[in-house]
């Protein structure tokens, strides 16, 4: 009762009242708005649709499709790479060298309609048992487990595939890409994974705040990654990480790394792989491309650990030409 229904293109304004049922009357939209058609009916508004239609945080307005919709604002990139080394939503960055199948993001919390997933990695030994190296990366969204394997084979629920797949409709498709294998989601989660290598998380807005996992919780702090699933805060990245292991039925031989004792790289080996010939390439004056100094030294511990391995600087260099 008393709701105002326009018609015609706002020339004609219809009423429900209790007593005299509808009553039509012709109509003008107020000054300053307009008529325009939304979710299917005639009404008069403003010229900025978004003008009544209030967005969460990290997301902003758009007029699409004849509707006001809310869109992230910004994707936010975590990735692991070489032993591995991460690289949180929030620019975090720690090494752990744990060899167990662990959480890399999940959501937690209120979600309000969101889609929820989960990201696992799990790790080995390649070499040497002082670092590790990513060996498998599985999505769960949907209600179905994607394991990437390589970048031309997959598996979806425990049955192999070969790339590319549509799943659900188009809502999950996996391709190759570059040397990489790439899942992407209708929501705007990409997962993309170089075999034995390299895993990269590329998450919308929308999910600002409602993620947990070793990505870090996305809520542009970077000071209060720390956390255990529980939500309690933890003193160092060891025990952290290890509260993120997941269960596990094929890898029952792992380890959470080390958290005293660590093997360091002795001070003449560590100088030579800092050096142009190496890893000084990352921050060399002459290659002003590269400028992270912890990249340096991420790339001159794994170099030391596997007797300055070039492939391994290979990958390295365009792990970062790729940032």
Same mark, same amino acid.
């Given at each position: 009762?008393?709701?105002?229904?326009?018609?015609?293109?706002?020339? $004609?304004?219809?009423?429900?009242?209790?007593?005299?049922?509808?009553?039509? #009357?012709?109509?003008?939209?107020? %000054?300053?708005?307009?008529?325009?058609?939304?979710?299917? &009916?005639?009404?008069?508004?403003?010229?900025?649709?978004?003008?009544?239609?209030?967005?969460? $945080? #990290?997301? *902003?307005?758009?007029?699409?499709?004849?509707?006001?919709?809310?869109?992230?604002?910004?994707?936010?990139?975590?990735?692991?790479?070489?032993?591995?080394?991460?690289?949180? =939503?929030?620019?975090?960055?720690?090494?752990?060298?744990?060899?167990?199948?662990?959480?890399?993001?999940?959501?937690?919390?209120?979600?309000?309609?969101?889609?929820?997933?989960?990201?696992?990695?799990?790790? #080995? %030994?390649?070499?040497?048992?002082?670092?590790?190296?990513?060996?498998?990366? $599985?999505?769960?969204?949907?209600?179905?487990?994607?394991? &990437?394997?390589?970048?031309? &084979?997959?598996?979806?629920?425990?049955?192999? =595939?070969?790339?590319?797949?549509?799943?659900? %409709?188009?809502? +999950?498709?996996?391709?190759?890409?570059?040397?990489?294998?790439?899942?992407?989601? !209708?929501?705007?989660?990409?997962?993309?994974? *170089?075999?034995?290598?390299?895993? !990269?998380?590329?998450?919308?807005?929308?999910?600002?705040?409602?993620?947990?996992?070793?990505?870090?919780?996305?809520?542009?702090?970077?000071?209060?990654?720390?956390?255990?699933?529980?939500? %309690?805060?933890?003193?160092?990245?060891? @025990?952290?990480?290890?509260?993120?292991?997941?269960?596990?039925?094929?890898?029952?031989?792992?380890?959470?790394?080390?958290?005293?004792?660590?093997?360091?790289?002795?001070?003449?080996?560590? #100088?030579?792989?800092?050096?142009?010939?190496?890893?000084?390439?990352? /921050?060399? &004056?002459?290659?002003? +491309?590269?400028?992270?100094?912890?990249?340096? @030294?991420?790339?001159?511990? !794994?170099?030391?650990?596997?007797?300055?391995?070039?492939?391994?600087?290979?990958? /390295?260099?365009? *792990?970062?030409? !790729?940032?």
């Amino acid at each position: 009762a008393g709701e105002v229904v326009y018609l015609d293109q706002c020339k $004609e304004k219809c009423q429900c009242d209790p007593g005299k049922g509808l009553t039509c #009357e012709k109509a003008n939209c107020p %000054n300053g708005t307009e008529c325009l058609l939304t979710a299917g &009916m005639w009404g008069c508004f403003y010229p900025d649709p978004c003008r009544y239609h209030n967005c969460p $945080e #990290e997301e *902003t307005c758009r007029f699409e499709n004849g509707n006001a919709i809310c869109v992230p604002q910004y994707n936010s990139t975590c990735w692991a790479w070489g032993d591995p080394h991460y690289h949180t =939503f929030d620019g975090y960055n720690y090494d752990f060298q744990g060899t167990c199948k662990y959480v890399l993001s999940k959501t937690c919390g209120n979600l309000n309609g969101l889609e929820p997933f989960s990201i696992t990695q799990s790790n #080995e %030994n390649r070499g040497s048992p002082d670092v590790s190296y990513v060996r498998e990366v $599985e999505v769960t969204v949907y209600g179905s487990t994607f394991t &990437m394997v390589n970048h031309h &084979m997959g598996q979806v629920d425990g049955l192999w =595939f070969y790339l590319p797949l549509d799943h659900h %409709n188009g809502l +999950v498709r996996v391709r190759q890409s570059g040397n990489a294998a790439l899942l992407e989601t !209708d929501f705007g989660l990409r997962v993309s994974y *170089t075999w034995g290598w390299r895993v !990269d998380v590329h998450l919308p807005s929308i999910y600002y705040g409602v993620v947990c996992g070793l990505c870090g919780n996305f809520n542009s702090n970077g000071g209060d990654e720390l956390r255990d699933p529980a939500g %309690n805060p933890l003193p160092s990245v060891y @025990q952290w990480a290890k509260s993120w292991k997941a269960e596990d039925s094929v890898t029952f031989a792992c380890h959470d790394g080390c958290e005293t004792d660590c093997p360091v790289c002795p001070p003449n080996l560590r #100088e030579l792989y800092e050096t142009d010939a190496f890893c000084g390439v990352l /921050t060399s &004056m002459d290659q002003n +491309v590269f400028s992270v100094c912890h990249a340096k @030294q991420s790339c001159a511990y !794994d170099l030391c650990f596997n007797n300055g391995d070039r492939r391994l600087l290979c990958q /390295t260099l365009e *792990t970062y030409v !790729d940032r």
